[in-house]
T-cell receptor, first 109, second 113 residues
Framework: RKEVEQDPGPFNVPEGATVAFNCTYSNSASQSFFWYRQDCRKEPKLLMSVYSSGNEDGRFTAQLNRASQYISLLIRDSKLSDSATYLCVVNRSGNQFYFGTGTSLTVIP | ETGVTQTPRHLVMGMTNKKSLKCEQHLGHNAMYWYKQSAKKPLELMFVYNFKEQTENNSVPSRFSPECPNSSHLFLHLHTLQPEDSALYLC????????????FGAGTRLSVL
């Protein structure tokens, strides 16, 4: 079983739409969680960390459900500039980071 | 500019060649990483160095040989690669710790002929 699983999409949504991505992880000992964003032919960059209490940054909201071992990312009022691949990342301990395959989002005018 | 610089950006090599990838970070971080990113696959962690000491080697074939002379520089030496090794190789650095944020370089796109 993969450490981290994501629906690869693609998700094609109109501007202004709300879109949600989910990610599941297999190891219950995982301790920290992140969403990274990767633009086409660019390197991944941190979008937000995902804390147990959930966190919000502008139009982006991340939630963690430890009991069900999943992480979610909600994007409200989608912009064209949100088009990218969103990577779910889990850290089990120390420097052991596990990445999902990514979910592709295209926001359409 | 993320503070992590990788060279070269593109590399084409034959299966009998020897080449090296270089990564340099200007962030004062203690940990450095090599990842492989292939199409339709998740980033695969290859090697991790903490304070110049290798702490992870995820069953990477010996034709990939890392070197970390100091906490700012990381190399990946390549020798007798296979066509399936063609991929984007990403270097990252981080300060260390559970809620570590990794900063990635732009990557080296490698093609093995």
């Amino acid at each position: 079983r993969k450490e981290v699983e994501q629906d690869p999409g693609p998700f094609n949504v109109p501007e202004g739409a709300t879109v949600a991505f989910n990610c599941t992880y297999s190891n219950s000992a995982s301790q920290s969680f992140f969403w990274y964003r990767q633009d086409c032919r660019k390197e991944p960059k941190l979008l937000m960390s995902v804390y147990s209490s959930g966190n919000e940054d502008g139009r982006f909201t991340a939630q963690l459900n430890r009991a069900s071992q999943y992480i979610s990312l909600l994007i409200r009022d989608s912009k064209l500039s949100d088009s990218a691949t969103y990577l779910c990342v889990v850290n089990r301990s120390g420097n052991q980071f596990y990445f999902g395959t990514g979910t592709s989002l295209t926001v359409i005018p | 500019e993320t503070g992590v610089t990788q060279t070269p950006r593109h590399l084409v090599m034959g299966m009998t060649n020897k080449k090296s990838l270089k990564c340099e970070q200007h962030l004062g971080h203690n940990a450095m990483y090599w990842y492989k990113q292939s199409a339709k696959k998740p980033l695969e962690l290859m090697f991790v160095y903490n304070f110049k000491e290798q702490t992870e080697n995820n069953s990477v074939p010996s034709r990939f040989s890392p070197e970390c002379p100091n906490s700012s520089h990381l190399f990946l030496h390549l020798h007798t690669l296979q066509p399936e090794d063609s991929a984007l190789y990403l270097c990252a650095s981080s300060q260390g710790g559970l809620w570590d944020i990794q900063y990635f370089g732009a990557g080296t796109r490698l093609s093995v002929l």
